[in-house]
């Protein structure tokens, strides 16, 4: 049995029926011989065996007597894989839209919460006689960083689709903890935390206001949290989602930020910016003001460096905070923009870093599980109003592994690795950038009422690829 984290648990507190906190991690396969294929069953056989190696994916949420501290992960006695994966075919032809409508489905439906919480679906019926894994899991379980190392190593000791007798049990004999148990061990963990955890909290906290001078400087022209103006991606909207990804080479990609002289963060915000701009044009939908968009960032240094990095999905389970960059699509030339967009980011993540010791995260250890709800509350009444949200939407850039991966014995290769982010209730768009070895997909997450043809995000992608390619022509070109 073990306490679930502050931040973890707060997007369990958080959940509404239209903003279950679960993500999707979707892995498309070629077939290396196709004169030898692999079956979804083989499939099927190799990823039962990832959910008996891998202890995690058998624990449960397990809530505490009257709230008395956070829920506790425990082992489920019942846990069997056979429960959690499922074998399906997409309907003929089996081609992208029917793969994005798949997915559209499944993330429209809530997860149980007592039960081990995620679930795959193993696919067939793809187009040139591909398979794929949708593995569907609540961020309390795992965050970006944690699945896409997840994911390397399951494909690095290349799971066969045999039995393997030197693997784990399935399940524990262990009962679930009574309600005197877990009210026993919350209070005494509780008071362990106050006395040896939050004198630590209280210590960052006043160490970072020590930047505090600068961290305000830096505030001051620019734009963050409650800041953005009301638009349609800011809607409300039910539970029902829809899903589109785009492809490009990551090479060719990487090479092209150099150009503009940036990184390949910075060309993702300024190519979502043409494409956001664009998508609001044709619905006479632009907002006078600036968007706020937001860009999870680490605040541990990278290696060898002193500055935090844009990476990940998700801020849960990890040292994360949002960095709020501000988006001007009343800007017109795409070079201006971009180079307004890049001192936004750079400005953010500084920010970050200068004030990452006073995150609200950092005391969700401590705060009760009325704390969520209520500012859940309050957001709700701001939207219901159309008041500034806390973001307009969110954007994030995952960098994914540069070798390839094979499963199966070896018999499939992955093709794509692709996901769905979280939408919280006062989001209609999120955006999801992953890479894998020499590709970079863009996911789009959206709510279903509000953006019902995600499709057409990703043609005005396309389109501001082509613009920003077109641009470094004319630059060399005058050169």
């Known amino acids: 049995m073990k306490r679930m984290k502050g931040a973890d648990a707060h997007m369990i507190y958080g959940e509404t ?32 065996k ?19 501290n956070h829920p506790v992960w425990v082992e489920d006695p019942f846990y069997d894989p056979d429960n959690h994966i499922q074998l399906i075919s997409l309907p003929k032809p089996g081609d992208k839209q029917a793969l994005c409508d798949f997915v559209s489905f499944i993330m429209s439906q809530p997860m149980d919460m007592n039960r081990p919480l995620w679930e795959t679906w193993i696919v067939d019926g793809l187009e040139n006689n591909q398979l794929a894994a949708f593995t569907k899991v609540h961020h309390a379980l795992a965050d970006g960083s944690v699945t896409a190392r997840l994911i390397t190593e399951i ?36 008071l362990t935390s106050y006395v040896t955890e939050l004198p630590g909290h209280i210590q960052r906290y006043v160490s970072a206001r020590q930047s505090k001078q600068e961290v305000e400087r830096l505030k001051k022209d620019s734009l963050g949290a409650f800041d953005a103006p009301f638009t349609i991606l800011n809607e409300i909207g039910s539970q029902h989602r829809a899903y589109y990804y785009e492809e490009l080479p990551f090479t060719e990609f990487k090479a092209l930020s150099r150009q503009w002289n940036g990184t390949i963060n910075d060309l993702v915000v300024v190519m979502m910016s043409e494409m956001l701009r664009r998508y609001l044009l044709a619905r006479d939908a632009l907002p006078r003001d600036p968007l706020v968009i937001a860009i999870p960032v680490s605040t541990r240094p990278r290696e060898g460096s002193e500055g935090p990095e844009v990476t990940n999905t998700n801020m849960f389970n990890n040292r994360m905070a949002l960095a709020y960059v501000t988006l001007d699509l009343g800007i017109e030339d795409i070079r201006e923009r971009f180079n307004a967009a890049q001192a936004s980011c750079r400005k953010a993540v500084e920010i970050v870093r200068l004030s990452g010791g ?22 709700k009444w701001r939207q219901q109003r159309r008041l500034s949200p806390m973001f307009n939407t969110g954007i994030s850039n995952v960098p994914g592994p540069r070798q390839e991966l094979l499963i199966c014995n070896g018999k499939l290769r992955l093709d794509k690795l692709l996901s769905c982010g979280h939408l919280f209730d006062f989001l209609s768009l999120n955006a999801t950038v992953w890479s894998y070895k020499d590709k970079l997909f863009f996911s789009f997450y959206c709510r279903k009422e509000i953006i019902p043809q995600p499709q057409e995000l990703g043609n005005y992608l396309l389109e501001a690829y082509s613009l920003a390619m077109a641009h470094c022509d004319e630059q060399s070109t005058d050169l």
């Open 17 to 48: 029926v239209t903003s279950p906190a679960t993500t999707l991690k979707i892995t498309i396969y070629d077939q290396v011989d196709n004169d030898n294929p692999a079956t979804a069953a083989d499939l099927r056989r190799a990823w039962h």
């Open 50 to 68: 990832v959910a008996r190696i891998t202890p995690r994916l058998s624990m449960r949420v397990i809530q505490v007597p009257l709230g008395l």
């Open 155 to 190: 494909h690095e000791k290349h799971l066969s689709d045999g039995p393997d007798e030197s693997l784990p049990r399935e399940k524990t004999t262990a009962p679930i903890p009574g309600k005197l148990a877990l009210a026993r061990d919350a209070i005494i963990d509780m």
């Open 358 to 379: 006073r995150r609200v995260d950092d005391w969700y250890e401590f705060l009760p599980r009325a704390f969520p709800r209520l500012t859940g509350a309050v957001m």
